[in-house]
């Protein structure tokens, strides 16, 4: 083999072809990262895709200039499913890699092995006789001598090895007098590497709690659906005890010496869901996220491809992308959360259709098992039609009612003036009540900040973001405008630039002003907050719920981040405070997500012992979906939302692809639009929408249109693709659009 095609993290499609040093064909080969010059003075680590002996034609073939690995750090699997990946969801491969690797492995020293210090005698020093020479050396430094001696106790007490620190907390000898022994040479220090994971305890599998009668029979159908069908759908209700299901069924796999995969939506939850799994699995199990340090995530990963890897990981959406030698079984777990979409940047991958996508290459034929309370309507659609295996458990556990949930309809009251501002009467007193029995109380409204942006009330003038379009959100707590696109902030300012006066107001609610206003109303409340700006470090999440779960405080107010998962037992009453923000939506999903986030809120109502309440506000009591949460309806709402989407040729009948292009300037990205749509046009006809502007149709500096495809499910998504690639090959020749870019969004949520 002369050459080898490498994967690059560069935006840009294919592989890229080097030759091999001689010196270094032994070594070169598939899935070992390699050195590679790219440019002008540049270099790259790539990954190897492929060796071979075809010598590229029309350019200078370049040599690889290192070899960073002696094994392969990719299997052959992962690299299938790359290349799915990037095909799929038309992103480069080296987006893919981007994506898949911690960055520790993609620098050549990006990854340093954590080392601790230990402390051992000299060799001169290691005999009986020298000891004593040592120590009448010391009689003058005391401290020395103090230091020395400990060490000497402590290596008698028979242990093998000490470590530096560990010395300098038994003898109270501060670093300098460690350092002077040294010195001295009578001990000396070395390095041994240590591992960042924390491996846990023994595994306790008597800790998994005996099934209920009805949790057994779900067991068991999904084994047997297991057998017929690749991917099955529990569909649980809340607080069914689809979690204590999922652990019979991962020990089963552990039994048979196969490894599971265990997703979550989102980075908050596995923390609560790691406790509940390690109290099983002790060190078995691993867990891989973003807000683990890269260094960690380099060991697990590492560890992944050792002979003895993890048997359970449980990740979020970036943990189907590690290596796997020997799975068994994949779990999706709440698979109908949109987090699991990665929006940005590319890939936008759909981590439920890489699992499933995964379990099918994958040699050791895993199953895949989605598991949620509320399916996505692709889910559902799939389960009915036969093509994926359903199971259902209608009961809570102990049978324990679902919550009542009263709707209130807000505009009435408003109308009436009987709102306290966010708060309806019967709100209020639901959660008084609450709080003087001891109990405690969840709000729950979408929107974080103190308001969705300030309005001058003289004039109108609303502060908007100068990259983008969209109005600033205003953070009172920082005193600053943020927008929620860019991340740019803004000063407050004191009058209004328009006009001049000084009346501005802030308007509309987030969850900072809610929690102001609500511990104006209930003073003596201990209030949590929870939201994107309140969980920003690794541990402030896991603060909140512990703090909320022992009741340190007793109202927690939130974004959607309360709405899953969470398992408390004195919430008697949760507020949705404005269903309306989410039903109004310009989205086909509007509803099917709206649905989804007031059913779940909702779940959060009444665990152990008590039926809880539920107060839902909205402006549209009347529409069907509210009736739908309020019963629980989940099968009328996908039969209503299964007719509108066949009607207007959305999913689950039709695919979806959105194409992006983005350009500085507005009118040039218009024109490329318009051209772009009539490329497309010529192929597939009707089946382009727009171009449009979407919602925000200016982000980061750059003007942003979208067009959109409906595809029938017989076409192939290859040949689609094809087309699609040639329109923007031919679009990008033209001189006026070497800065246009063009990106597509398949599977878009
Ligand atoms: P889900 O995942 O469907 O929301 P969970 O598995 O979290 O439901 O169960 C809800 C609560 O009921 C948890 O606290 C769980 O420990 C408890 N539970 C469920 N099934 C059992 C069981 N068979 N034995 C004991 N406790 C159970
Ligand atoms: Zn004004
Ligand atoms: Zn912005």
Redesign the pocket.
């Known amino acids: 083999m002369h050459f080898a095609d490498v994967i690059l993290p560069l935006p840009l499609d294919g592989l890229f072809t080097y030759s091999i040093p001689t010196t270094l064909e032994e070594q070169v080969k598939f899935g070992v990262r390699v050195r590679v010059p790219f440019g002008r003075n540049k270099y790259h680590v790539g990954l190897v895709a492929r060796t071979h002996d075809e010598e590229p034609q029309g350019y200078e073939v370049k040599d690889i200039s290192l070899v960073l690995d002696t094994q392969p750090i990719l299997l052959p699997e992962q690299y299938r499913l790359w290349s799915w990946i990037a095909d799929y969801y038309m992103s480069p491969i080296g987006e893919v890699y981007k994506a898949a690797l911690p960055s520790g492995l993609k620098a050549e020293d990006g990854y340093h092995p954590k080392t601790e210090t230990f402390i051992r005698l000299t060799p001169p020093y290691r005999n009986e006789q020298a000891l004593h020479i040592a120590l009448d050396m010391l009689v003058r430094a005391p401290k020395q001598l103090k230091a020395f001696n400990e060490f000497l106790f402590l290596s008698e007490e028979g242990r093998s090895s000490l470590t530096k620190d560990e010395l300098m907390n038994a003898s109270h000898a501060s670093a300098d007098t460690i350092s002077q022994l040294v010195r001295r040479g009578l001990l000396e220090t070395y390095e041994v590497e240590v591992g960042r994971l924390n491996h846990g305890s023994e595994p306790h599998p008597e800790n998994i ?4 009668a009805a ?1 057994q029979e779900a067991y068991n159908q999904v084994l047997f659906s297991m057998l017929k069908k690749p991917v099955t759908l529990l569909h ?12 019979h069924l991962i020990q089963r796999e552990i039994e048979q010496h196969h490894q599971v995969l265990y997703l979550l939506p989102e980075i908050a939850l596995t923390v609560q869901m790691m406790d ?1 799994l390690r109290r099983v699995f002790g060190s078995r199990l691993g867990i891989y996220h973003s807000k683990y340090s890269d260094a960690e995530r380099v060991e697990i990963w590492q560890k992944q491809l050792s002979p003895c890897p993890y048997d359970v990981i449980l990740g979020a959406r970036s943990a189907v992308l590690l290596p796997f030698q020997r799975l068994g079984l994949i779990i999706v ?1 709440e698979e109908h959360e949109t987090s699991y979409k990665q929006q940005d940047p590319m890939p936008r991958y759909h981590a439920r259709s890489v699992a499933i996508m995964l379990a099918s290459l994958a040699s050791s034929k895993p199953k895949v098992l989605l ?1 949620t ?1 509320t399916p996505s309507m692709e889910t559902y659609h799939n389960a009915q039609t036969g093509k994926y295996g359903l199971v259902e ?1 209608k009961a ?3 049978d324990i009612e679902l919550p009542e949930i009263q709707v209130v309809d807000i505009q009435d009251l408003a109308r009436r003036k009987m709102m306290n501002g966010p708060f309806s009467p019967l709100l209020l007193a639901r959660v008084r009540e609450a709080l003087e029995n001891g109990e405690q109380a969840i709000l729950f409204q979408n929107r974080r900040g103190y308001a969705p942006m300030l309005e001058c009330k003289q004039c109108g003038w609303v502060p908007r973001c100068q990259n983008c379009d969209v109005s600033l959100t205003y953070h009172r707590a920082m005193n600053q405008l943020t927008c929620h696109y860019c991340g740019a902030t803004y000063a407050v300012p004191a009058e209004c630039p328009a006009c001049g006066s000084k009346n501005l107001w802030a308007k509309g609610y987030g969850t900072e002003k809610i929690e102001t206003e609500i511990q104006d109303i209930f003073p003596e409340a201990r209030i949590g907050r929870m939201d994107l700006d309140t969980t920003r470090s690794r541990n402030a999440y896991e603060r909140l719920i512990s703090d909320f779960a022992t009741g340190r405080t007793n109202l927690l107010i939130g974004t959607q981040m309360i709405s899953k ?1 969470l ?1 408390f037992d004195k919430v008697s009453v949760v507020g949705i405070l404005n269903a309306d923000t989410m039903l109004n939506q310009p989205d086909f999903r509007a509803y099917e997500h709206a649905f989804m986030m007031m059913a779940q809120v909702s ?1 959060r109502a009444g ?2 012992g008590r039926r809880g309440l539920v107060i839902l506000q909205t402006r549209q009591p009347q529409l069907p979906v509210i009736q739908q949460v309020v019963h629980n309806n989940y099968e009328g709402l996908y039969h209503d939302l299964l007719d509108e989407r066949l009607a207007f040729r959305y999913p689950p009948f039709f695919r979806l692809v959105c194409v992006y292009l983005k350009h500085r300037n507005d009118q040039l990205v218009e024109t490329a639009a318009q051209e772009m749509s009539a490329r497309l046009r010529y192929w597939f006809t009707n089946r382009v929408l727009g171009p449009d502007k979407p919602t925000v149709a200016r982000v980061k500096t750059l003007s942003i249109r979208k067009l959109v495809l409906k595809i029938e499910p017989q076409l192939n998504l290859a040949d689609v693709r094809r087309c699609l690639l040639q329109a923007q090959q031919q679009m990008l020749q033209d001189k006026r659009y070497t800065s246009l870019q063009i990106y597509y969004d398949v599977d878009p949520l």
Do not use: F
Request: aromatic share 4%; no cysteine.
């Open positions: 709690k005996k099934l209920s949790q649980g209700v809340t607080s069914s005890g689809k979690t204590e299901i999922y652990i509940r777990d598991g309370a458990l809570r556990h102990q998962g398992d779940g665990r152990k």
